[in-house]
């Protein structure tokens, strides 16, 4: 509702721009006319030209979107151009001279010998206006245009247009009522006007440098998700049940309860009305279907499961969501996965695809790449799970692993509620494989640890050089959940990138399981990396990214499973040494 009220300040302000001061004697000069013969179809072609706009951002925005990594670099360079044509309006005015020239040409043979046109013809001079209208609308215009092209078609992109074309029309309606008080009045305005014009655009020049290097999705990550070992957790510690397991990243994680199964007698499910579902039009693009509405759910029982695939607690969930969805969909369940991404490169819709495909997710998915469904289920964890009767309200939670023999018979009680047939009581057997298996059960394993400077813990080099390569040595000694870097390192804002051959990261962790989320190089080439456990091979102990030697490779952007052993017993030193330069390092996760 905020971005509609700002979106029709946004045309509404654009009538007290000097740019426009050519179009407002052409209105005042038909605002002796009637206002319903030539005034409203004028207003109504302006609409029309600003609703074509709207459809072609519509369209452009969704091709856009599918370009992914390119689309959005040419999205944010369309975004520095018009902030920058706020800027400065003599810019704006070459920039939309094309647009001028059609509107004066199409003025110049409609309005002679037309005092008193008729309605079409006024139509046909509300479109002209609306093209003379571009060198101060186009900015604006084109800063909506481009979250449309960030953020893909959307009922959404086209409302915000539409509430800018409404505001543009409010200053030429009064411009048309009032006349010539409304042109004095905007003289005096001009000033403050274009103050507030150049302020938007430097405030949008400062938004295209942080999108581009990705704070926006570190920012809102660490905003919107609690912290371990902050008062988030102190909350979560006292109002969630003890056996509540890992919420990436608010809780720790701890072994995963359901992977032995449990018979109906073992739970009881609290079912609660926590109101009706929010809606799920905030996706940028669905997979695997066409994009669903909470209306049409109704009838269903629906389970929402926010989840992004480089997050261990989400995949070591997921095997029980997948199972859910195949053994109850005929009975009327539907699964609906929403991905929003922790890091920038689980914004890039091929990656979410492609490692869905691997995980065999064929479940709906809802790519919230903005965090507007997460923000209106008013989230905090991944993964959560949210499940919804058929009548469309929300009937129960469960935020991180554990309970899924609970979570199923919800399922089961819900789909009863709904008139489901021969629901069946038993309670699904699950085995986890690879980075999906079930924690080992340990209390205390390592936390989640995150190597860029937002959210870096316990380093162990010295002090880091942020934003810049660094030279760093590798401790002497490192205390439990310390780590360190080894060569010349980029630490960013969410990963550190590696500037030469040769590099090492170490880390002196409890636990099971060690996993590292790398990325290769920016131009995807592949980086060889070579793993030790406390100073040899891991042979029996190497995870499934990783051969009995120690050897791997990093090929895309992901989860590593590096290290898996027997058991969890003491302490242990982890070396990763990587052979060619170019590879980001973002976070350790253990189990």
């Known amino acids: 509702m905020i971005l509609l009220i700002l979106a029709y300040l946004g045309g509404v302000l654009t009538i007290a721009s000097p740019c426009i001061l050519p179009v407002l004697p052409f209105v005042f000069a038909r605002s002796d006319q009637s206002f319903v013969r030539s005034g409203l179809p004028l207003l109504a072609g302006m609409a029309l030209t600003f ?69 079409g013809v006024s139509l046909l001079l509300g479109v002209a206006t609306g093209l003379l209208w571009a060198p101060c609308a186009g900015p604006i215009l084109g800063l909506l245009l481009t979250g449309a092209a960030l953020q893909g078609a959307s009922i959404g992109t086209t409302l915000l247009l539409l509430a800018y074309a409404a505001g543009a029309a409010t200053s030429l309606t009064l411009a048309l009522l009032i006349g010539g008080k409304v042109f004095s009045m905007m003289k005096r305005s001009l000033g403050a006007g274009e103050w507030i014009r150049r302020g938007i655009g430097g405030a949008m020049l400062v938004g295209v440098v942080a999108i581009a290097f990705g704070l926006d999705t570190g920012v809102l990550a660490q905003i919107s998700t609690a912290s371990t070992g902050g008062i988030e957790q102190k909350l979560l510690d006292r109002f ?68 992004t695939y480089s997050c261990i607690n989400c995949l070591r969930a997921l095997p029980y969501v997948k199972a859910w969805a195949a053994k109850y969909h005929d009975q009327g369940l539907v699964v609906i996965g929403v991905h929003a991404p922790e890091f920038a490169f689980e914004r890039d819709i091929n990656n979410v695809t492609r490692q869905a495909n691997k995980l065999g997710v064929t479940y709906p998915i809802a790519i919230d790449n903005n965090y507007r469904i997460w923000r209106a289920f008013n989230n905090q964890y991944w993964p959560a799970h949210y499940f919804i009767d058929a009548k469309g309200e929300i009937r129960y939670e469960h935020f991180g692993e554990g309970e899924y023999a609970q979570s199923e018979q919800v399922i089961q009680q819900l789909l009863r509620e709904a008139g489901a047939r021969n629901v069946t009581t038993a309670i699904s057997q699950v085995q986890g494989q690879g980075v999906e ?27 880091a050089v942020n934003d810049a390569p660094a030279d760093y040595s590798l401790p002497g000694t490192l205390s439990l959940n ?110």
């Open 482 to 591: 310390d780590w360190g870097l080894g060569g010349r390192w980029t630490v960013g804002p969410e990963s550190v990138t590696l500037n030469g051959d040769g590099g090492h990261i170490v880390y002196r962790f409890h636990g099971r399981d060690l996993h590292l989320v790398l990325g290769p190089t920016k131009d995807g080439k592949p980086v060889r990396f070579h793993v030790t456990l406390d100073g040899k091979a891991p042979a029996g102990a190497h995870g499934t990214d990783v051969s009995p030697e120690g050897d791997g490779t990093v090929t895309e952007q992901r989860l590593y499973q590096l290290i898996r052993q027997q058991n969890s017993t003491g302490e242990h030193t982890f070396d990763i040494e990587f052979l060619d330069a170019g590879v980001s390092a973002y976070a350790f996760t253990f189990g």
């Open 437 to 463: 298996q079930a924690a080992g059960g340990q209390q205390d394993v390592s936390p989640e640890t995150y190597l860029g400077y937002m959210r870096a813990e316990n380093f162990a080099s010295g002090q």
């Open 51 to 119: 609703s074509l706009v709207a459809t072609l951002a519509a369209v452009g925005g969704g091709w856009v979107a599918s370009a992914n990594q390119y689309g959005r670099w040419l999205a944010l360079a369309l975004m520095a151009l018009f902030s920058v044509t706020l800027l400065m309006p003599h810019l704006a005015d070459r920039v939309m001279q094309p647009l001028v020239s059609a509107g004066n040409r199409m003025n110049d043979r409609l309005s002679s010998g037309n005092k008193q046109a008729p309605i």
């Open 240 to 307: 969630t049940p003890s056996d509540n397991h890992g919420a990436a990243p608010a809780l720790a994680q701890t072994s995963a309860a359901g992977a032995t199964p449990q018979t109906v007698a073992d739970i009881s499910p609290m079912l609660t009305d926590d109101g009706p579902m929010p809606p799920l039009d905030g996706a940028v693009q669905w997979l695997n279907s066409p994009p669903l509405t909470a209306a049409q759910l109704r009838g269903k029982v629906v389970v929402v499961d926010f989840w």
